[in-house]
């Protein structure tokens, strides 16, 4: 069986390399049977080899390292399998099996898509994606036959309660004069006028559904839907909820408010792996929050979209220090490259590491780190919180 490797995200966007033979050399030297267009690539940078009817992964030494699913690949190797990610410098590539490889398909040059409708009913498991393919959608909860496009059986939705226009702008909502209205991010809107979403914005119609406005649906993980009424019995869904993206209930309006695009002066951007967000980088942010310092993670986008990099760009310039929190596998090349982006720049980088965290790229080793363990989290917090008040100058260095 064939496989391929297909760019999701580098220099090469859109491009399919098949893998022949049983061993498959991958950097970027000319050399190479693929050859990778990026500066953080070495020149020999991992091979492929044949397992059966897969191949499985070796790093060569790489200066930045291979990562599987945003993990290190270590002296063992690792099998790859469908649909794993495999990121090398700035490139990602997609590993795909000869079967499957139609299903995937990106053109370089195609105009984004115009993104996603997720909805949710709070009594609701698990949610509804609908792609926005047509200029006009309408929701409500009257069933009756080309009153709504999208039916929602919920006593907090008016019978017309929203219209949603799509456009090369993006997306547009107006209130229909709803009885328990509309609101975007917290704020009511009025009725009978449009109001301009941006992605990720959360929408939500009275109390009890909450919608979203998303460029990618992979962190859904749901089917796509065309037509659907919302809390009727024949309702079958076939995913389950978000495991990357943050999920409705994790944070409070408040708090997804402030996480929505970057702050102008931020005063640390944090960097880290999302498998930490739930018991640590949340709690952290949390803290830092209290004591009034504006800090920015990207957990409301989706990775490697154009408005995840329009937002990580705001950031790196805005932003006055970075902290990179270190998983137990160690550091992700996105975050090598955010340190580096800030030295070059003679911007502070402090690293927080969990104690179980595998050994820091020799170019991190010197940066001034705070150890993390789960017994004393707020010991961590507190050194964190200092660090950066100085770098800030809002504290005064002791002596």
Not at 16 to 31: H, M, N, Q
Not at 163 to 172: F, K, P
Not at 272 to 295: F, G, I, N, S
Request: one cysteine or more; glycine letters at 6%; hydrophobic letters at 35%.
């Amino acid at each position: 069986m064939t496989g391929f490797l297909l760019v999701e995200h580098g220099p090469q966007r859109g491009k399919t390399f098949a893998l022949k033979g049983d061993e498959v050399i991958v950097g970027r030297s000319v050399r190479n049977d693929i050859v990778l267009d990026d500066s953080e690539v070495s020149a020999v940078h991992c091979r492929l080899v044949r397992v059966l009817d897969d191949y499985e992964i070796h790093d060569s030494n790489s200066t930045n390292g291979t990562f599987v699913n945003e993990r290190r690949v270590g002296e063992e190797g690792f099998m790859l399998a469908h649909g794993h990610r495999i990121q090398i410098g700035d490139t990602v590539l997609l590993y795909l099996n000869s079967e499957s490889v139609g299903r995937h398909v990106i053109t370089p040059d195609a105009p984004p898509p115009r993104g996603y409708l997720v909805i949710k009913r709070r009594d609701d498991e698990m949610p509804h994606i609908y792609q926005l393919d047509r200029p006009e959608f309408r929701l409500g909860r009257d069933a009756t036959l080309g009153v709504n496009d999208i039916v929602l059986a919920d006593s907090e939705v008016s019978r017309s309660h929203l219209r949603v226009v799509v456009s090369e702008e993006g997306l547009a909502i107006e209130d229909l004069g709803s009885t328990n209205g509309t609101q975007i991010n917290g704020q009511p809107i009025p009725p009978y006028q449009l109001f301009r979403v941006q992605f990720n914005d959360h929408i939500c119609l009275g109390e009890t559904v909450d919608l979203w406005y998303v460029y990618d649906t992979t962190a859904w993980g749901v089917t796509v839907r065309t037509q659907a009424r919302l809390g009727t019995k024949d309702d079958t869904l076939h995913a389950r909820p978000p495991q990357i993206d943050i999920r409705p209930n994790t944070i409070s309006t408040e708090e997804y408010s402030l996480l929505m695009s970057p702050p102008r002066a931020i005063d640390c951007f944090i960097t880290y792996q999302r498998e930490d967000w739930d018991a640590l980088v949340l709690p952290l942010l949390r803290y830092l929050w209290d004591a009034e310092l504006r800090v920015w993670v990207d957990q409301l986008y989706s990775p490697n979209t154009p408005p995840w990099r329009a937002a990580i760009e705001q950031a790196r310039l805005e932003s006055r220090t970075l902290l990179v929190v270190t998983s137990q596998h160690g550091v992700t090349p996105q975050q090598l490259s955010h340190a580096n982006y800030f030295t070059a720049r003679n911007k502070p980088v402090y690293v927080l590491r969990q104690a179980e965290s595998s050994q820091l790229p020799l170019t991190m080793g010197r940066l001034p780190r705070v150890t993390y363990t789960a017994e004393s989290p707020r010991t961590a917090f507190s050194a964190i919180h200092r660090l950066i008040r100085r770098s800030t100058g809002i504290l005064k260095p002791e002596g």
